[in-house]
């Protein structure tokens, strides 16, 4: 079955960095477009990153542009989400997500079809 894991997360301080890693299984990854989701205690879902299936196109949400950089390696069925210049507000349970190719560009976390259990990451001022 299809499976998304990820990892990296933890406690930082503001003005910090943290890598996140995602390990896909049971897709085939390359034929997919691969994001990152948020969720706050008592917030929606929201969109963070995205990559496009072949890695050519990334695009950020509005607050994470020239902070936050996402990547992958297609050959280890994985994707990366660099993230830079913590702020306490992004702290957040962080979700690597998979949808299909066609909603790479889309904001809404309702166009991924498998999800990650999440991994946390607390900003501390």
């Known amino acids: 079955q299809e499976q998304l894991v990820e990892s990296g997360g933890g406690l930082v301080q503001a003005g910090g960095s943290l890598r996140l890693s995602c390990a896909a299984s049971?897709?085939?990854?390359?034929?997919?477009?691969m994001g990152w989701v948020r969720q706050a205690p008592g917030k929606e879902r929201e969109f963070v990153a995205g990559?496009?299936?072949?890695?050519?196109?990334?695009n950020f949400a509005g607050s994470m542009k020239g902070r936050f950089t996402v990547s992958r390696d297609n050959a280890k069925n994985s994707v990366f989400l660099q993230m830079n210049s913590l702020k306490p507000e992004d702290t957040a349970v962080y979700y690597c997500?998979?949808?299909?190719?066609?909603?790479?560009?889309?904001?809404?976390?309702?166009?991924?079809?498998?999800w990650g259990q999440g991994t946390q990451v607390t900003v501390s001022s």
């Open positions: 990559i496009s299936a072949n890695g050519r196109g990334t």
């Open positions: 997500a998979a949808g299909a190719a066609w909603t790479y560009g889309s904001s809404d976390p309702n166009n991924y079809t498998y």
């Open positions: 049971g897709l085939t990854f390359s034929a997919y477009n």
